[in-house]
């Protein structure tokens, strides 16, 4: 056998530079580029690898090990789970600062190959700088962290356990059913441990994307359910667009007439615009989506996990025979609800149900089709209304809470109204936490490729900007334009990878909607507890004096922060605009500025879209000092009377 004589590093990158995926008769780089921040846990293994082998495998420099993580997982959703991106990180805290990333990519079932350091294998030199003593587990490291929020995990202790934890880690990576973070826990000796590999460890090998085919009983079963079915209803979630199934999903409800809900990561998922296509569903759908969902009796859920903000708690189906049928690639998602499952791919099942529906006599579905078309009618001149900068905002549509003056003129939802103005088809919106994603969900319109990129499996603050530039890698076309949308609070917690734009040189449009707080938190405590403690951004009313009887609180002025000034600190061309007229100048001014832009917008606080007229089991406190809570808590135990076990 002929060998390569390598480092542990210098085998693992080499392995890396050469992983293929192949989708739909595309053959690319499954991992073509890798991140990192160095220390002393793998500068001198993997920091010599990838400075030995950067024309294979370039490497980009980060601010944050968490954000480069988030970074992979937006250049992975964006290639619809085709490829991926490394990440490297030191022993100890670097290390650590990615278990969140972890957790964001395996809830939102993205590929990402997380190399943290370890302590060193041969432990007698230990403790190292930075290293857990752990009083009874001596193998156990912070690494171990990573078990719980990561689908594949493994520790190299030898050399040549890479030749099975690599090909192992690949097929979970490329897998559509068990994907997520996968870690390859590397001590900081051993990667710089020599060792002799061979040769065809380091062949060029592809991995097929598969797409499991469906059964055909299975498929008869939900076409008889289809066909059966008066109320029908289809939610289409993320597994529609990484299968790459609008297609097929538009000839099914085309053929049949069925309304398409989407939820989060579905967004987008329907590409036509048709009377058949509804949007968001849920906590942060339409109003008019979920009228219809109250009164579905079968619905068809694809590719989704049907989270409780899909289902409102399991509130949302109130049909007393409702049915679920389901199609997903993954046993245990499609068997939510109790449903009949087609287990398969999206794209491949749709069509096989498509044309088994065709084999039995469908029910009269005119009535409920007639009552979608009316349904979605009343919501559409609401969704304008709110969106239209030219609609001044009335300030008595907020109940309970007073509506500050901060100098804001446009609401939230007139801020969406303009991006929807600017954004074309190729451009790409990301949101994930505060106010956001729930709005984009809710008024969006993602037809016509105007690409809606939610992270709401985690819905982690602090992955925006990261993820545009994920995405911006994904697609580098530059007529398209990525906008990252996140509130003043999320901007707070993580601008920093702004600096990585602007070493990059990448293009990506960062739209802050400054509006002093956690107001999307303040806005569930308004209904939980009644009363403002802790969410909005207010100056102390005081010393904070930890001796006094009765402390001071944060019940003072707004915070005075210049999020413009951050953002020019960071390398970013900022602007901050205030009117329609300023805001819409703004996107256009910037549109083809080769670098990273903030535009931060100031909107009225407390000033939200229309509610989407559902539950959540968010439970006030059974007791309290107050009747306000009280009060809420009579309110939530009402709604808990319309929860329902379906299967
Ligand atoms: C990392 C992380 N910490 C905490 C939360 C809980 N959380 C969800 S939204 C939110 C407030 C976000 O504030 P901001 O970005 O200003 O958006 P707004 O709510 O004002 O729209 C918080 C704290 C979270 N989702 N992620
Ligand atoms: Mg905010």
Same mark, same amino acid.
């Given at each position: 056998?002929?060998?390569?004589?390598?480092?542990?590093?210098?085998? #693992?990158? /080499?392995?890396?530079?050469?992983?293929?995926?192949?989708?739909?008769?595309?053959?690319?780089?499954?991992?073509?580029?890798?991140?990192?921040?160095? +220390?002393?846990?793998?500068?001198?293994?993997?920091?010599?690898?990838?400075?030995?082998?950067?024309?294979?495998?370039?490497?980009?420099?980060?601010?944050?090990?968490?954000?480069?993580?988030?970074?992979?997982? +937006?250049?992975?959703?964006?290639?619809?789970?085709?490829?991926?991106?490394?990440?490297?990180?030191?022993?100890?805290? +670097?290390?650590?600062?990615?278990?969140?990333? =972890?957790?964001?990519?395996?809830?939102?079932?993205?590929?990402?190959?997380?190399?943290?350091?370890?302590?060193?294998?041969?432990?007698?030199?230990?403790?190292?700088?930075?290293?857990?003593?752990?009083?009874?587990?001596?193998?156990?490291?912070?690494? %171990?962290?990573?078990?719980?929020?990561?689908?594949?995990?493994?520790?190299?202790?030898?050399?040549?356990?890479?030749?099975?934890?690599?090909?192992? =880690?690949?097929?979970?990576?490329?897998?559509?059913?068990?994907?997520?973070?996968?870690?390859?826990?590397?001590?900081?000796?051993?990667?710089?441990?020599?060792?002799?590999?061979?040769?065809?460890?380091?062949?060029?090998?592809?991995?097929?994307?598969?797409?499991?085919?469906?059964?055909?009983?299975?498929?008869? $079963?939900?076409?008889?359910?289809?066909?059966?079915?008066?109320?029908?209803?289809?939610?289409?979630? +993320?597994?529609?667009?990484?299968?790459?199934?609008?297609? &097929?999903?538009?000839?099914?409800?085309?053929?049949?007439?069925?309304?398409?809900?989407? @939820?989060?990561?579905?967004?987008?998922?329907?590409?036509?615009?048709?009377?058949?296509?509804?949007?968001?569903?849920?906590?942060?759908? /339409?109003?008019?989506?979920?009228?219809?969902?109250?009164? =579905?009796?079968?619905?068809?859920?694809?590719?989704?996990?049907?989270?409780?903000?899909?289902?409102?708690?399991?509130?949302?189906?109130?049909?007393?025979?409702?049915?679920?049928?389901?199609?997903?690639?993954?046993?245990?998602?499609?068997?939510? #609800?109790?449903? @009949?499952?087609?287990?398969? %791919?999206?794209?491949?099942?749709?069509?096989?149900?498509?044309?088994?529906?065709?084999?039995?006599?469908?029910?009269?579905?005119?009535?409920?089709?007639?009552?979608?078309?009316?349904?979605?009618?009343?919501?559409?001149?609401?969704?304008?209304?709110?969106?239209?900068?030219?609609?001044?905002?009335?300030?008595?549509?907020?109940?309970?809470?007073?509506?500050?003056?901060?100098?804001?003129?446009?609401?939230?939802?007139?801020?969406?109204?303009?991006?929807?103005?600017?954004?074309?088809?190729?451009?790409?919106?990301?949101?994930?936490?505060?106010?956001?994603?729930?709005?984009?969900?809710?008024?969006? %319109?993602?037809?016509?490729?105007?690409?809606?990129?939610? &992270?709401?499996?985690?819905?982690?603050?602090?992955?925006?900007?990261?993820?545009?530039?994920?995405?911006?890698?994904?697609?580098?076309?530059?007529?398209?334009?990525?906008?990252?949308?996140?509130?003043?609070?999320?901007?707070?917690?993580?601008? @920093?990878?702004?600096?990585?734009?602007?070493?990059?040189?990448?293009?990506?449009?960062?739209?802050?909607?400054?509006?002093?707080?956690?107001?999307?938190?303040?806005?569930?405590?308004?209904?939980?507890?009644?009363?403002?403690?802790?969410?909005?951004?207010?100056?102390?009313?005081?010393?904070?004096?930890?001796?006094?009887?009765?402390?001071?609180?944060?019940?003072?002025?707004? #915070?005075?922060?210049?999020?413009?000034?951050?953002?020019?600190?960071?390398?970013?061309? =900022?602007?901050?605009?205030? /009117?329609?007229?300023?805001?819409?100048?703004?996107?256009?001014?910037?549109? %083809?500025?080769?670098?990273?832009?903030?535009?931060?917008?100031?909107?009225?606080?407390?000033?939200?879209?229309?509610?989407?007229?559902?539950?959540?089991?968010?439970?006030?406190?059974?007791?309290?000092?107050?009747?306000?809570? $009280?009060?809420?808590?009579?309110?939530?135990?009402?709604?808990?009377?319309?929860?329902?076990?379906?299967?």
């Amino acid at each position: 056998m002929n060998t390569v004589r390598l480092t542990v590093a210098q085998a #693992l990158v /080499t392995y890396l530079s050469k992983q293929y995926s192949v989708a739909d008769g595309r053959r690319r780089r499954l991992i073509p580029a890798a991140l990192g921040i160095f +220390g002393h846990g793998n500068v001198a293994g993997l920091g010599q690898a990838f400075d030995q082998l950067s024309d294979a495998m370039p490497f980009v420099q980060g601010r944050n090990e968490q954000a480069l993580v988030h970074l992979a997982s +937006g250049f992975a959703k964006a290639s619809r789970r085709h490829a991926t991106l490394a990440v490297t990180a030191s022993i100890g805290p +670097g290390a650590l600062n990615m278990v969140t990333g =972890a957790g964001l990519a395996t809830v939102n079932r993205l590929p990402v190959l997380l190399l943290p350091g370890d302590a060193y294998a041969t432990r007698h030199q230990g403790p190292v700088l930075q290293q857990l003593q752990h009083p009874s587990e001596a193998d156990t490291s912070v690494n %171990d962290a990573f078990r719980p929020v990561s689908r594949f995990f493994d520790r190299i202790t030898r050399p040549e356990q890479l030749l099975t934890a690599l090909p192992a =880690a690949m097929r979970v990576l490329t897998d559509p059913v068990e994907t997520g973070a996968v870690v390859i826990s590397l001590p900081q000796d051993i990667q710089s441990h020599a060792y002799d590999w061979p040769e065809g460890f380091f062949a060029e090998r592809d991995w097929t994307i598969r797409r499991p085919a469906p059964d055909a009983d299975e498929v008869d $079963a939900v076409a008889r359910l289809l066909a059966e079915a008066e109320r029908p209803l289809i939610i289409a979630g +993320g597994g529609v667009v990484y299968s790459g199934a609008t297609p &097929e999903l538009e000839d099914l409800a085309s053929a049949l007439g069925i309304p398409v809900a989407e @939820t989060f990561a579905g967004k987008g998922a329907v590409q036509r615009k048709e009377w058949w296509q509804l949007g968001g569903i849920g906590l942060e759908g /339409t109003p008019a989506t979920n009228e219809l969902a109250r009164d =579905a009796d079968l619905v068809l859920t694809v590719g989704s996990r049907l989270t409780d903000f899909a289902t409102a708690s399991h509130s949302l189906f109130q049909h007393p025979d409702v049915r679920f049928a389901s199609i997903n690639v993954n046993v245990h998602d499609a068997d939510r #609800l109790g449903a @009949t499952g087609i287990v398969a %791919d999206a794209k491949r099942a749709l069509s096989a149900l498509t044309e088994a529906v065709t084999r039995h006599r469908p029910a009269d579905t005119t009535a409920w089709q007639n009552r979608v078309r009316e349904t979605a009618g009343r919501w559409a001149p609401v969704r304008a209304a709110a969106l239209d900068p030219d609609v001044p905002f009335d300030r008595a549509t907020v109940a309970g809470d007073v509506v500050p003056d901060t100098g804001a003129v446009l609401t939230q939802g007139q801020l969406i109204g303009l991006l929807q103005e600017h954004l074309r088809s190729g451009d790409t919106i990301v949101a994930a936490a505060g106010g956001p994603p729930g709005d984009l969900q809710k008024v969006w %319109d993602a037809t016509d490729g105007r690409h809606c990129h939610l &992270e709401f499996g985690f819905s982690c603050m602090g992955y925006e900007i990261p993820a545009g530039i994920g995405v911006r890698l994904a697609d580098p076309d530059r007529d398209h334009r990525v906008v990252s949308f996140l509130g003043d609070g999320t901007f707070l917690m993580a601008p @920093t990878e702004l600096v990585t734009a602007a070493q990059e040189g990448l293009p990506v449009t960062v739209v802050i909607p400054e509006n002093h707080g956690y107001q999307v938190i303040h806005r569930l405590q308004m209904g939980r507890s009644g009363r403002e403690f802790g969410n909005e951004f207010r100056y102390r009313t005081g010393p904070l004096d930890l001796e006094s009887a009765k402390p001071a609180r944060l019940e003072g002025e707004y #915070l005075r922060v210049d999020l413009a000034g951050i953002a020019t600190g960071l390398g970013a061309r =900022a602007i901050t605009a205030t /009117t329609a007229d300023e805001v819409r100048a703004a996107l256009t001014d910037t549109r %083809d500025h080769d670098g990273p832009v903030v535009i931060v917008v100031p909107v009225i606080p407390h000033a939200d879209l229309p509610g989407a007229g559902v539950w959540w089991d968010v439970a006030p406190a059974e007791v309290s000092d107050s009747d306000t809570v $009280a009060r809420l808590r009579t309110e939530y135990e009402q709604g808990l009377t319309t929860r329902r076990w379906y299967g």
